[in-house]
């Protein structure tokens, strides 16, 4: 009789996993950023020529997520701000790579964390150094970013901040001109640019960077349509997969701990100190 149960529950459970996969089509469409998010979204080059292919680690492990379960990806990197609203709208299925607010909150149904990255600012090393000694600093000091971005973990209101750069690259000429006295970004991803234009920022010459007292790590997340019928499903799916990528991952496979150096870990220790 034991027997009997134990055919019927796996029969019932096998049954209703088909059923939820049944609900998520074999292909979907995502986004990312066009301005590139380096190690984790960006154009692959060839002779440092752009392709059309998207490469790089989160590329990679959605295509792995989705692929164990025999479902394909469309990737396409468009501007931010409209991937956000495509994304919002169903046109696309879901987003990578996206820190939390309440507008995305109230907008996607969002996974777990994919991935934390280190809260930085940088300036000129040719100019004086801005005062920034506290997070309050930020709001008297020009502040640039980049459009579409979340600072919320810098406490600057978004009003506060010249984001209209389409790039962390046209953000960072933006500072090198001297048309801002910071620009706000993340430790890995500056230093990942190294990926997709030859400059690793973390280490340039012609930049300094420091983390900000009272600022945490960011999370990161992908971010699903809530106007997609299967949405629910398909959260479900990632968040159980990212959770067994995690459990059977080692600090050596995170791409963030390989984007940038040794050097600059031990100067963000030193700064954090």
């Not at 149904?109 to 300036?123: A, E, K, Q, W």
């Not at 997609?228 to 959260?235: D, G, H, I, K, Q």
């Amino acid at each position: 009789m034991r027997s009997v149960w134990l055919y019927l529950f796996l029969g019932v459970s096998m049954a209703t996993a088909t059923s939820v996969m049944a609900d998520v089509p074999r292909q979907i469409q995502i986004c990312g950023m066009e301005g590139e998010w380096p190690p984790y979204a960006y154009f692959k080059r060839e002779n440092g020529k752009i392709t059309g292919e998207v490469v790089g680690s989160s590329i990679s492990t959605i295509k792995k997520i989705l692929g164990k379960h025999h479902i394909s990806a469309t990737i396409t990197l468009i501007p931010w701000r409209r991937c956000l609203a495509e994304v919002a709208s169903g046109r696309y299925a879901m987003l990578l790579d996206a820190s939390v607010n309440a507008e995305r909150e109230r907008s996607y149904l969002i996974s777990r964390t994919f991935y934390t990255l280190h809260d930085v600012y940088f300036y000129s090393a040719n100019r004086p150094a801005p005062k920034i000694e506290t997070v309050a600093d930020l709001r008297i000091v020009k502040i640039c970013g980049e459009a579409g971005f979340n600072y919320l973990n810098f406490d600057v209101p978004q009003n506060e901040i010249d984001a209209e750069s389409s790039s962390f690259k046209n953000a960072m000429d933006k500072l090198k001109a001297g048309r801002c006295d910071a620009v706000l970004g993340r430790l890995e991803i500056a230093a990942g640019h190294r990926y997709v234009n030859g400059i690793d920022y973390t280490q340039s010459t012609e930049f300094e960077w420091r983390t900000l007292p009272g600022t945490s790590e960011s999370t990161f997340h992908i971010m699903i349509s809530r106007n997609v019928p299967f949405a629910s499903e398909l959260l479900d799916l990632i968040n159980r997969e990212l959770a067994d990528l995690i459990r059977n991952s080692t600090r050596s496979e995170n791409y963030a701990f390989k984007a940038i150096t040794q050097k600059s870990y031990s100067k963000l220790s030193i700064n954090k100190q």
